[in-house]
């Protein structure tokens, strides 16, 4: 089920947001001519035609995924040999390759922390592996009920339990948090990181249940699903497409007070509600 090409075929929506936030920091990107890393890089898509593009011609770009398979098309689709390349690397890793340590003048990640448990450790790996001085733009889903509660019952659920593992995985960090900013704040502040930007922001996406379920199951976090057999495979997908649904049908409905809604059975062009963290954080020179 992780299937690269798939990804890149039904992104659009992280493809909008890491765009939109791309210009919005436009002005401090374009500087940026020394050694970049994409965190999470998925097939490499973003990276490539959205990224490195906005970078002073003289950056160069790793992108890292935890997935091998991913990283080989994404350097079989999207690599060079002059200013791009991927590799696997866990950004959680408790054993940081000494070859990126203090390596880098930028890191980028896009719609992939989100799926990090131990957070603590992943911005501790990127503080590690910047230069003194440098900096970090990084864009996280925090909240997102209508994908990570159906999430979080299914992990508890008989049927699925044995597959999925701990239900915290596929809750964000910061899904149950009164206060993420601010949460995302001291963390990044107590690593040592000096914080320029921090912001919580509202998003809505109307892209179909259909489309948008097949973006985010051909990702790393459902590897679970290669090991079910393809009759329970098929019923866990309906019910969470079933589950988001209704979830996002009933939000749009307490916002706008709609209680009929045309293409209510199938959520078409029905807003799915989530929020985002956004950081802009530069290391602190020793």
Same mark, same amino acid.
């Given at each position: 089920?992780?299937?690269?090409?798939?990804?890149?075929?039904?992104?659009?929506?992280?493809?909008?947001?890491?765009?939109?936030?791309?210009?919005?920091?436009?002005?401090?990107?374009?500087?940026?001519?020394?050694?970049?890393?994409?965190?999470?890089?998925?097939?490499?898509?973003?990276?490539?035609?959205?990224?490195?593009?906005? $970078?002073?011609?003289?950056?160069?770009?790793?992108?890292?995924?935890?997935?091998?398979?991913?990283?080989?098309?994404?350097?079989?689709? @999207?690599?060079?040999?002059?200013?791009?390349?991927?590799?696997? $690397?866990?950004?959680?890793?408790?054993?940081?390759?000494?070859?990126?340590?203090?390596?880098?003048?930028?890191?980028?990640?896009?719609? !992939?922390?989100?799926?990090?448990?131990?957070?603590?450790?992943?911005?501790?790996?990127?503080?590690?592996?910047?230069?003194?001085?440098?900096?970090?733009?990084?864009?996280?889903? !925090?909240?997102?009920?209508?994908? @990570?509660?159906?999430?979080?019952?299914?992990?508890?659920?008989?049927?699925? !339990?044995?597959?999925?593992?701990?239900?915290?995985?596929?809750?964000?960090?910061?899904?149950?948090?009164?206060?993420?900013?601010?949460?995302?704040?001291?963390?990044?502040?107590?690593?040592?990181?000096?914080?320029?930007?921090?912001?919580?922001?509202?998003?809505?996406?109307?892209?179909?249940?259909?489309?948008?379920?097949?973006?985010?199951?051909?990702?790393?976090?459902? !590897?679970? $699903?290669?090991?079910?057999?393809?009759?329970?495979?098929?019923?866990?997908?309906?019910?969470?497409?079933?589950?988001?649904?209704?979830?996002? #049908?009933?939000?749009?409905?307490?916002?706008?007070?709609? @209680?009929?809604?045309?293409?209510?059975?199938?959520?078409?062009?029905?807003?799915?509600? @989530?929020? #985002?963290? #956004?950081?802009?954080?530069?290391?602190?020179?020793?």
């Amino acid at each position: 089920m992780i299937n690269p090409e798939q990804y890149a075929s039904f992104d659009n929506m992280c493809k909008s947001n890491a765009s939109n936030i791309i210009n919005e920091f436009a002005k401090d990107l374009k500087n940026i001519s020394g050694k970049c890393m994409d965190v999470g890089c998925g097939p490499g898509d973003i990276t490539k035609n959205i990224l490195l593009p906005v $970078l002073n011609s003289k950056a160069t770009m790793i992108g890292t995924d935890i997935m091998e398979n991913v990283v080989e098309y994404a350097n079989k689709t @999207y690599g060079d040999k002059e200013r791009l390349e991927f590799e696997v $690397l866990d950004i959680q890793t408790k054993n940081l390759p000494e070859k990126y340590i203090s390596k880098f003048d930028h890191i980028f990640s896009f719609h !992939a922390l989100q799926w990090c448990n131990d957070i603590r450790q992943m911005f501790e790996n990127i503080y590690c592996i910047l230069r003194p001085g440098k900096t970090m733009l990084i864009l996280s889903i !925090a909240r997102c009920k209508a994908l @990570y509660e159906p999430l979080e019952i299914m992990a508890q659920d008989i049927r699925y !339990a044995p597959y999925m593992g701990d239900k915290k995985k596929y809750v964000g960090s910061f899904h149950y948090s009164a206060r993420p900013r601010e949460e995302l704040k001291e963390l990044l502040e107590d690593i040592g990181f000096q914080v320029h930007h921090c912001s919580h922001r509202e998003m809505s996406n109307c892209t179909s249940t259909e489309i948008f379920m097949s973006m985010v199951t051909s990702q790393y976090t459902f !590897a679970f $699903l290669d090991k079910m057999p393809h009759n329970l495979r098929q019923e866990f997908k309906n019910e969470l497409e079933h589950m988001f649904t209704e979830i996002k #049908v009933k939000q749009y409905r307490d916002r706008l007070g709609n @209680y009929k809604l045309h293409d209510e059975k199938k959520g078409t062009n029905i807003p799915a509600e @989530y929020t #985002v963290l #956004v950081a802009y954080a530069q290391k602190n020179v020793a």
